[in-house]
């Protein structure tokens, strides 16, 4: 049996497990992905736990993509946050990275040059800023909590180009793509976008990282002021893509996993 999980707190919103299921059963592999809402006193315990329990593999999600590496031995670019856990080796991955670089890739939109503000500065901020860096952006990172946002700059800048702007100065520069990075218009978090309003002009691009609603606030907006957007369901499908590839070592079909992301979204938004 191939056990695998995701572990997160809180982790209502997963529709991971739905996703994995649905590749297993496609491919007839005996398994099962199981979500676990796991307190933050509780996480050393879940993850040794669930090696001890013979699970292959973990997927990390908000808040501990940070803490994780306290107890796993990351894997290049996953120094910046863990989003997948090979339990077999005690190994981390970061496949958020490959997730945001195919989303944009599949948009066909021209990354390379652009100016790229990114809100937010914990394990997505991270990534999607890395994405876009090696992408060819130049990246300004924003977030609530100022040290923290200096923090996560000081470490992207060992891959290349990236500066903070304190958040109240957004308005002040030229960007030509915006990326939500936070939970702000995740369904039962708030219906608010992350930045204002006014920033938003048309042409620009514009990614959410949330994907539940599929068509969050901001990409609502957005498409009202003709901004060209990107989805953070697409990154969800890639990123989980990845991670099924770590832990099993086959690709696993994509389309299929799109399919049932959108399903399950739809079905919850009823
Ligand atoms: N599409 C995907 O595949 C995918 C993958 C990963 C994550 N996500 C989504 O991305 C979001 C962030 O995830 P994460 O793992 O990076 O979480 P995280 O590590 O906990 O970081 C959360 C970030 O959001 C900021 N934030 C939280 N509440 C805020 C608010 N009310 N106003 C402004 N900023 C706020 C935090 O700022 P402070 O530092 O000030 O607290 C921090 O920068 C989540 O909604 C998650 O579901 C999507």
Partial sequence: MLYLGIIGYPLSH???PRIHNAVMEYLRIQGRYLAFEVKP????DAIFGAKALGFTGLNVTIPYKEEVL???KPVGEAKLAVNTID????EGYNTDIYGVEMAFKNSKLEVEGKIALVVGAGGAG???ALALMKMGAKVVLTNRTESRG????????EYGECIFYPMEKIGELKIDIVANATPVGMKGFSSGIPVPEEILKPGMIVFDAVYNPVETPLIKKAKE??????SGLEMLVYQAEKAFEIWTGIKPPVSLMKKVA?????????
Avoid at 225 to 230: A, L, M, S
Wanted: with cysteine.
């Fill in 14 to 16: 997963s529709i991971s």
């Fill in 41 to 44: 006193s509780e996480l050393k």
């Fill in 70 to 72: 306290k107890f796993v």
């Fill in 87 to 90: 339990l077999r080796k005690m």
């Fill in 126 to 128: 991270k990534a999607i």
């Fill in 150 to 157: 200096l923090e996560a700059v000081r470490e992207l800048r």
């Fill in 225 to 230: 002021i003709e901004c060209r957007v990107v």
């Fill in 262 to 270: 959108l399903e399950a979204l739809n079905f919850q938004e009823k």
